[in-house]
Every structure is written in structure tokens, then in C-alpha cells.
């Protein structure tokens, strides 16, 4: 095993390996050749989370999706025919796009491009940024051989954003969202000459060229970033925001609320899954200040769909079922609220740790965050064969574990026995000069 898929392999969660596994196996059934790129290798080469899944192949990628989605039951979230990128959603929330190899030309700034299958040194040299050129082979015959063509992992080392090629910026002008976005998450410098190429293309107006399709794909990432209020916050200084939505400005940027749903997402243990569909609840902050009027302006802008809508729009009233559920004074025993709350999707858990005034409800959802979900995390699967006596994978599994996760939950902590403390033997006062006993301390004279 080369260095690098060890770096990978130690790197990734058990769900995304498994997702890599489903890939591998469906590029090696089709014979065509796999490598991790993107977002993937600059997390993994930089020492960041590993967020999101990026694949490339040198042949038909949507021949792959639709393979790994019907073999490990994911969802299409999004389909790009032109650029031949699928993005899928596994069970356990792990997100993966595969792309194929491509080399884009474009015929004018903002333009659409004349897409053409290409080697993956070609579809690397054709990159946004340096930081985001860089791939790993998943093949048989060369895993783990790292092909780094514009010198990222450099760039990398250095903590510098830079631009694969000198019109990265003016072709795809959406590129300059990602170039602050990123800018902010990994908190590089932006090298001279790609500062100004950015300042080019502001001074050129071109961000004004980028399609709502794609402005609303960068608000989705701006939604999955793990601090939304600093990339919004970064935005606001640019003068981008009016991109979105002229009510994006001024008072109407809400950055006390996203300040404040940064502090709760840390209540949220690390290592243990907490799935959260982002969007909806970003966008439920992002226009608390709007009137109705600019919400639906918002809607056809973006040009957003029902599903989008609905996740935004429902919220609130999700949000309200859960807390009068949370009320239920069948929720004493620690079990119960667990089986609550882990049913629960994450974005209501966390919009109620924003919206709710009520503090039975704060302190049962800052107890399950704290206490129950991660002594329920502890519980391991030889636990629970020994105590059930059933296999991972059999029908009373699931039912058997969660019996297991109870009792546990419920246990009343025991007592700590109080150490014995030998007694301490009399110990006489020995003899005092002037041949009579003193009382053990001296009297001070008083102040005066």
C-alpha cells in the first residue's frame, strides 16, 4: 500500500470507505480507469476533514452513477448532462460526485463550454485552482500513484490558493465564489497574480454572468461549510451577496444568526453521526430578515426546486411537532428521549437549539447531544452479541442493539465506595519546657 492510500484510508470514515469501495468495484467491472480528485485530495493532503467524495473517470461517468446508486441504493441529487457529472447520496449521508475527464473550451467569458472526453492530466490542467488539481489512482495497476500536474501539493504546503491556468477565473466566473469560499474555510492567501485575475474580473462585471443553476449549487456549499457565517461575512466585504439576492444587504445580513448556529454545531460530538440536511435550515437563517415578497424572489432567481422549497419552508413546522414532543413527560427516562431525538433529522434537532424558548426542551436536546449520544456511540457490536446473543446483520440486529443502548442509557451511575481510612493512633503531648502542659496554640495579642 503506498503512503498516500494509507494517509486515504486513515483518513476517511467507514461510510465513505465504503462508498470508495463501490466505485472502485463498478470502474473495474466497466474497465475504465478511477481517481479520487478535487475537494477529496486537497482535505486529505491538506489535514482537513474529508468532506465530500470526488471522483473522476476516463470514460462514461453517468454509465458508473447509475451502477453505485442502484448497488448501494444512493440518490441522484443532481445530474449535469453537458459536463457528464452525476452527484449522489448514500445511506449515512455521505455525499460523492463522479465526473468524467474532461477538457472544457470556452468561447467567451461565462460562456457555455464545448465539453470533450480527455485524459485526467487534461482534465487537471483545465482546473479551477491548483489546490483542487491534484488525483489519486484507484486503478489495480497504479493505486495509489498521486498525479499532481499544476504543482497543488505544493500550494498546499505553502497555504496558497492559485489558479491552474491564466484565464481559470474569466472562463468560469462562478470560480471567483469559490476562490473567497475557499479562501475563508482553509484560510490560505490568495497568490499575486491570481488576486489579480480576480480583480479583473470584478472590474469586467463577468460575476454577473454566472447562471442561477450555478449560483444556487454555491449556496449549497456555502450551506455545508462548517462556519456559513464567516464565508457570508467574507461575501458581504466583496459586494457578492446581491448575487443571490439584492435583499442581501445591509441589516438584512443575518451573521448574528449563523454566529449562533456555529456555537451550537459544537455542542455535537466529534466522531459520532449526526446527519443534517444543511440547506433548508441555511436558508431558513439567511432570510429570517426578508419579507415574504423577497423569499419569492428568492424562489425564482435561483430558479429553486420544490424539494429545495419545502426543506426551507416546512421547517418550522417540523420544527414545533418535535418540540411538543420534546415536552412529553414520557421523556424522563434517558431511553426514551434517546429513541426521540435519534429519530429525529439533525437540521430540526438544531433549529430548535435556535428557535425554542422553552428550556425543557434546550436542556433535554443539550443532554442527549452531550450524555446519551455519545455513551450510545460506546456501545460495540461484541457488546451486544454477548449480551443478546444475536450477529450483525440478522433480523433482530437492529432491535437487540437498541435493547442494549437502553439499559445502558438507564443504568444509574454507581455509587463510588469511600475509601477506609486507617484510624489514627492518640498521639500524647510531650513534655513542655517549664514542666507544665500548654494549650497547642499561642495566644496573638490583639492590635493596638
Known amino acids: 500500500m503506498s503512503d498516500y492510500m494509507f494517509m486515504l484510508e486513515s483518513r476517511l470514515s467507514a461510510d465513505q470507505k465504503r462508498v470508495v469501495g463501490e466505485f472502485q468495484a463498478a470502474a473495474a467491472e466497466a474497465n475504465v480507469s ?39 441504493q444512493a440518490e441522484v441529487l443532481e445530474e449535469d448532462e453537458h459536463r457528464k457529472s452525476v452527484e449522489l447520496r448514500f445511506p449515512g449521508g455521505v455525499t460523492a460526485e463522479i465526473s468524467m475527464a474532461r477538457r472544457e473550451r470556452y468561447a467567451k467569458p461565462g460562456g457555455k463550454p464545448v465539453v470533450e472526453p480527455a485524459t485526467i492530466h487534461e482534465d487537471l490542467r483545465g482546473r479551477d485552482l491548483t489546490v483542487n488539481a491534484v488525483a489519486l489512482s484507484l486503478n489495480r495497476a497504479s493505486r495509489g500513484l498521486l498525479i499532481d500536474p499544476t504543482n497543488g501539493l505544493g500550494d498546499l504546503e505553502r497555504k496558497e490558493l492559485r489558479t491552474a491556468y491564466n484565464y481559470a477565473l474569466y472562463d468560469d466566473p462562478v470560480r471567483i465564489l469559490r476562490l473567497i469560499r475557499l479562501r475563508v474555510r482553509l484560510g490560505f492567501m490568495i497568490d499575486e497574480r491570481t488576486a ?92 429570517e430578515k426578508f419579507t415574504p415578497k423577497e423569499r419569492a424572489a428568492l424562489v425564482t432567481a435561483l430558479a429553486m426546486q420544490k424539494a429545495d422549497q419545502d426543506a426551507w419552508h416546512k421547517l418550522d413546522a417540523r420544527g414545533k411537532k418535535l418540540e411538543r414532543d420534546l415536552k412529553s413527560t414520557k421523556l424522563t427516562r434517558p431511553s426514551n428521549l434517546y429513541n426521540v431525538l435519534s429519530k429525529a433529522p439533525g437540521d430540526q434537532v438544531l433549529f430548535l437549539l435556535l428557535r425554542s424558548q422553552l428550556r425543557l426542551v434546550q436542556d433535554r436536546i443539550r443532554n442527549y447531544l452531550q450524555k446519551y449520544l455519545p455513551m450510545a456511540q460506546e456501545v460495540t ?68
Do not use: C
Open 196 to 287: 489579480g485575475q480576480y480583480e479583473n474580473v470584478r472590474t469586467e462585471r463577468l460575476e454577473n454572468l454566472v447562471p442561477p443553476r450555478r449560483l444556487l449549487r454555491e449556496l449549497r456549499h456555502i450551506a455545508e461549510d462548517p462556519d456559513p457565517g464567516a464565508v457570508l461575512r467574507a461575501f458581504e466585504e466583496e459586494k457578492l451577496l446581491p448575487l443571490f439576492s439584492p435583499a442581501l444587504a445591509g441589516p438584512k445580513v443575518n451573521l448574528a444568526g449563523f454566529a449562533k448556529l456555529h456555537k451550537l454545531r459544537q455542542l455535537i460530538p466529534d466522531g459520532v453521526r449526526f446527519p443534517v440536511e444543511n440547506f433548508g435550515l441555511f436558508l431558513n437563517l439567511l432570510t
Open 34 to 72: 478511477l481517481f479520487l480528485t478535487g475537494g477529496a485530495m486537497r482535505d486529505m493532503l491538506g489535514g482537513f476533514p474529508i468532506r465530500d467524495l470526488d471522483f473522476t473517470v476516463e470514460g462514461n461517468s453517468t454509465k458508473i452513477a447509475r451502477a453505485v446508486a442502484k448497488a448501494a
Open 381 to 448: 457490536d461484541d457488546e451486544v452479541r454477548a449480551a443478546k446473543g444475536v450477529e450483525p446483520g440478522t433480523p433482530k440486529w437492529e432491535k437487540a442493539k437498541e435493547e442494549v443502548i437502553a439499559a445502558k442509557l438507564n443504568a444509574r451511575p454507581k455509587k463510588p465506595v469511600p475509601e477506609e481510612v486507617p484510624p489514627v493512633p492518640p498521639q500524647s503531648p510531650g513534655p513542655v519546657p517549664g514542666g507544665s502542659l500548654r494549650r497547642a496554640y499561642t495566644r496573638q495579642p490583639s492590635a493596638r
